[in-house]
């Protein structure tokens, strides 16, 4: 437990840099640690909340530490999305213990007191909300027995069961909990014997009105346990020994506050690389459209406001991105790539490239600019943001996209990606793909992004360190196969994309399905495998889409959705090629693009899979 806790302080710095997709735009900064927002939407999910308290918790505001301004959310600290204590005292709330408090990693204290809750206590509760130091679950409808589990929250001061519908006996080895000094369980149904703490004496009015509890403080039991007296003492000896590991983690998390505090100071607007090569010589600045051929490296400083940190658009793993805005008003987007060593020459030549790949689908590569070790990529900027964003984090007000949009949306960005791994010589596999790497313009058209930077990350920030790191791609978004053998291939893209367009029909997200069963903890594909096994696919659309005269063309690109996440072998899946060409026949009298464009050459050969390879090969 200790040491579960001192790797959870530990973990605090790759959650951070993890929460962020390809590129997440959005119109406000958003550090958000992902995991703590997650957790309080799952706990609003699973309490019912009559009066609508919780209606006050508004998820869209993504200013950096919003959740700490929420009825009820104590944070570690007011500007960080980081869940100290949640107190939801009194507020008629009823439904199931919220398991989903096991992403609030950090948090010590719950008071779900006076409440209507009912159900059991979790029998995994140390899983769910393991660094608790105060737990008040009292006056509610909890039944069933206190879980012997409770007894691994090492940390727990607190505990007040009293007044509601317990019955069993209490687990003794609660009696292990050394630091204990509030323990109540009146007005419950309990029976057997108490526990005894070790420093600690309960009142006996902490037991009153139970069924038949004994020992003390309350009269003796027929047949106590000889086991309990060498209980007390190895539970005060391992109290001991995690008092002393909480007293260190806790000073380990200070320290590291502080000494984050003090490299903000240093630099408060995070720009301390980009005034270091303002003034800098030999710099190069090539634009491939003419319309920015004349722009410096100093006015690309002036659109960014010298890079500030505010002008931070979205964050990955091959860089940040900044949204410019030059003098005359147009917007860009600028990307800061992380840590590249090649040579100047290496460089011109990938983005001789890159500058070269151009498709309606693809978002356009307008320049780059190198300064010193820095390495500036310009993009042309998109407007509407992420897909993802467009589906998952609407605005308030903001419409959910309505069918034929989607549609518009899934076969655009199919004919993108189908360009790129048949069209392209060498194809280029994009190996992330997710709702976060689709861009929407202003008309949205989607536009892929981050698409071939890997060759320009340093070796040890390629993919396949970061498999070593068990981050090899967005949750969800990864094939089997992919996950096993971490060899990039078509098809393990296929399968991703199939994820993107279930999202497209569900409205769900890749990781958790909220209208799948409560009981049900799968990913979105486990539970169409599920749902397509029992002939419900349909179960599984979007409300905002049915009923709307377009249900059999959101069933048909489900089916083409399905073809490409369910078959368990790669090669049954179709080619990329084919899932446009399946989606273009769909949306066929929609006539959304006019210009065929691309120039498809199916290329699905031995040679082109060995080709890619060799690629993945001299990236690694
Ligand atoms: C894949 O994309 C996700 C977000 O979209 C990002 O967090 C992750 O680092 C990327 N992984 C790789 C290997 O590119
Ligand atoms: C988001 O929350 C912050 C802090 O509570 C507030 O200052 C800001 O105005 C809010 N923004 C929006 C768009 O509601
Ligand atoms: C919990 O309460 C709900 C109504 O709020 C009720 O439908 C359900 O049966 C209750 N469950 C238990 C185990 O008492
Ligand atoms: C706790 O157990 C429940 C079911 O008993 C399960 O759904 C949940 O995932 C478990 N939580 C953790 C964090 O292990
Ligand atoms: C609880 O802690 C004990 C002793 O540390 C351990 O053996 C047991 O596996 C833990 N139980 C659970 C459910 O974690
Ligand atoms: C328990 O009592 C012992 C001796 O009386 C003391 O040294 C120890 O600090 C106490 N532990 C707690 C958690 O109060
Ligand atoms: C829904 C949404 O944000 N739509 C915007 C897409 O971009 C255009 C052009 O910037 C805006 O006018 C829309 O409001």
């Known amino acids: 437990m200790a040491g579960a806790l001192a790797s959870m302080r530990l973990n605090y710095r790759p959650v951070i840099a993890s929460i962020f997709g390809c590129f997440l735009l959005s119109s406000s900064l958003c550090y958000c640690i992902q995991s703590d927002i997650d957790c309080l939407k799952s706990v609003r999910e699973s309490l019912e909340d009559p009066l609508g308290y919780l209606d006050s918790w508004n998820f869209n505001n993504k200013t950096e530490g919003f959740i700490c301004r929420f009825i009820g959310v104590d944070c570690w600290h007011p500007d960080e999305n980081k869940v100290l204590n949640i107190r939801l005292s009194n507020m008629e709330l009823g439904g199931k213990f919220p398991v989903g408090l096991h992403m609030c990693e950090a948090m010590t204290g719950l008071d779900l007191s006076s409440n209507k809750i009912n159900g059991s206590i979790p ?10 130091t105060t737990l008040d679950l009292s006056s509610n409808r909890f039944s069933g027995e206190i879980p012997l589990n409770l007894a691994n929250c090492t940390y727990l001061n607190v505990i007040k069961l009293d007044n509601n519908q317990l019955t069993g006996q209490i687990p003794l080895q609660i009696g292990q909990l050394a630091r204990m000094k509030d323990f109540s369980v009146a007005n419950n149904r309990l029976i057997g014997q108490v526990p005894q703490f070790g420093n600690y004496s309960v009142p006996a009015e902490n037991y009153a009105n139970n069924l038949g509890l004994c020992g003390a403080p309350l009269d003796k039991c027929k047949a106590p346990s000889k086991k309990t007296s060498s209980g007390v003492i190895a539970g005060a000896a391992v109290g001991g020994v995690s008092l002393g590991i909480i007293g260190l983690a806790v000073a380990m998390y200070f320290i590291f506050r502080r000494a984050s ?101 693809m978002v356009p590569l307008l320049g780059y600019c190198m300064a010193k070790q820095e390495r500036l990529l310009v993009y042309k900027y998109m407007s509407n943001g992420t897909l993802n964003n467009k589906l998952h984090f609407l605005n308030e007000g903001e419409e959910p996209l309505d069918w034929t949009l989607r549609l518009k949306i899934g076969i655009g960005a199919a004919k993108g990606f189908a360009w790129l791994h048949h069209s392209c010589n060498p194809r280029i596999l994009h190996r992330n ?45 990864v094939a089997p196969e992919y996950a096993r053998t971490l060899v990039a291939t078509p098809k393990g893209d296929v399968y991703s994309f199939g994820v993107v367009l279930l999202e497209l029909v569900t409205g769900e997200r890749p990781t958790y399905a909220s209208k799948a069963p409560e009981s ?88 082109g899979f060995q080709l890619e390879e060799l690629i993945v090969a001299r990236e690694t």
């Open 520 to 607: 049900f903890k799968g990913s979105l594909v486990e539970w169409i495998t599920i749902l397509s096994g029992e002939s419900k696919l349909q179960d599984s659309i979007d409300k905002s889409l049915i009923g709307k005269g377009y249900d059999a063309e959101v069933l048909q690109v489900l089916k083409v959705a399905c073809r490409c996440v369910l078959p368990a072998v790669p090669k049954e899946r179709p080619s990329m090629y084919e899932v446009y060409q399946l989606l273009r026949a769909i949306g066929e009298h929609y006539h959304f693009t006019t210009d065929d464009d691309i120039l498809l050459l199916p290329t699905e050969t031995e040679d």
């Open 261 to 361: 505090r003090k490299r903000k100071e240093d630099d408060p607007d995070g720009n301390k690389w980009a005034k270091s090569i303002k003034g800098a010589k030999a710099i190069k600045l090539s634009m491939f459209e003419k319309s920015v051929s004349k722009m410096r490296l100093s006015d690309l400083m002036q659109a960014t406001d010298n890079f500030h940190k505010c002008n931070i658009i979205g964050s990955g793993r091959t860089g940040t991105f900044y949204k410019a805005v030059l003098a005359d008003g147009t917007s860009l987007m600028v990307k800061r790539l992380q840590n590249t060593q090649h040579s100047e020459k290496e460089f011109e030549s990938e983005m001789a490239t890159l500058g070269a790949v151009r498709h309606r689908n």
């Open 433 to 477: 793909i997710s709702s976060k790497c689709i861009l929407l313009d202003a008309d949205f058209e989607p536009k892929i992004s981050d698409f071939g930077l890997a060759r320009l990350m340093n070796p040890v920030d390629t993919h396949l360190s970061t498999f070593v790191n068990g981050e090899f791609g967005d949750l969800g978004y």
């Open 123 to 132: 029998a995994n509760i140390s899983k769910i909300v393991g660094y608790l």
